[in-house]
């Protein structure tokens, strides 16, 4: 583990699981991922410091402000150039005492890990009395398939129901909200999905189960970076703006948000 303020340019390159850029037609994901963090601040407490799980690249940590914020990732180049107190850890196992934080925000992270419920008690822990997380994650409902795990980057995908009594077992109240995305921004994730199902039915007796996790994420990046690397107009014009958070109907929602208090 370790703990810095970096100051060096960022080193990480754009991957599934990564955002990094918002070039071409990564914007749309990558102004998604803002937006979750301009929500997320809304409702966090406007004092003391504010940890960052799974901050990656930190390209919304100014989002938080004027909260002093904490970021923790397990990747150190992630890490790099970010100008802010940092420590090079999982997400399971955090590196600060209990009750060190006022607030901590997840944003599509817990996924990652195949067991979310260590994230999340580790979240509780480091919280004090009364903080406030906020976990961010994608609908399971409506990220991919419903019934099969496609992004080889995550282990879990959660509906409501399931995030809800994920939360509740570490935090003494949950209140879940959803992202929800403009007409304009769902017409671009009806044509993704409609270049994921044409490349499935390629796979029938999903045979794709067999191929090891390091392969496929290695070919999902080629295909992510081939589908999104041409200039697209309609790609370039999404902004958080195209993004709110409502408390209904979660079941359509592109992304759960919730607002647990310790």
């Not at 209140?175 to 499935?200: P, T």
């Not at 290695?218 to 790609?235: E, G, S, T, V």
């Amino acid at each position: 583990m370790t703990t810095r303020a970096s100051r060096s340019g960022p080193a990480s390159r754009p991957t599934g699981e990564r955002v990094t850029t918002r070039e071409g037609g990564f914007n749309p994901t990558y102004q998604r991922h803002v937006a979750a963090y301009a929500r997320a601040a809304e409702v966090l407490p406007r004092n003391g410091r504010v940890l960052d799980v799974g901050a990656g690249t930190g390209h919304s940590a100014a989002l938080l402000a004027p909260r002093e914020s904490v970021a923790v990732d397990v990747d150190p180049d992630a890490l790099t150039g970010q100008g802010r107190l940092s420590a090079v850890a999982d997400m399971r196992a955090l590196p600060f005492p209990d009750a060190s934080f006022a607030s901590a925000v997840s944003i599509q992270s817990i996924e990652h890990v195949p067991d979310p419920d260590r994230a999340l008690a580790e979240i509780a822990r480091v919280l004090a009395p009364g903080g406030v997380a906020v976990i961010v994650t994608p609908n399971r409902l409506t990220f991919g398939r419903p019934d099969e795990i496609i992004d080889p980057y995550h282990y879990v995908e959660l509906d409501a129901e399931q995030l809800r009594a994920l939360c509740a077992r570490h935090f003494t109240s949950v209140e879940l909200r959803g992202l929800f995305g403009s007409d304009r921004y769902l017409a671009l994730v009806a044509a993704e999905h409609a270049r994921l199902d044409a490349l499935l039915r390629r796979d029938p007796l999903r045979l794709r189960r067999l191929v090891p996790r390091r392969a496929r994420q290695a070919l999902y990046d080629r295909l992510l970076a081939r589908a999104r690397n041409a200039p697209d107009p309609r790609a370039a014009a999404i902004t958080p703006d195209d993004f709110s958070l409502a408390c209904d109907p979660l079941a359509a929602c592109l992304d759960l948000v919730a607002v647990c208090r310790a």
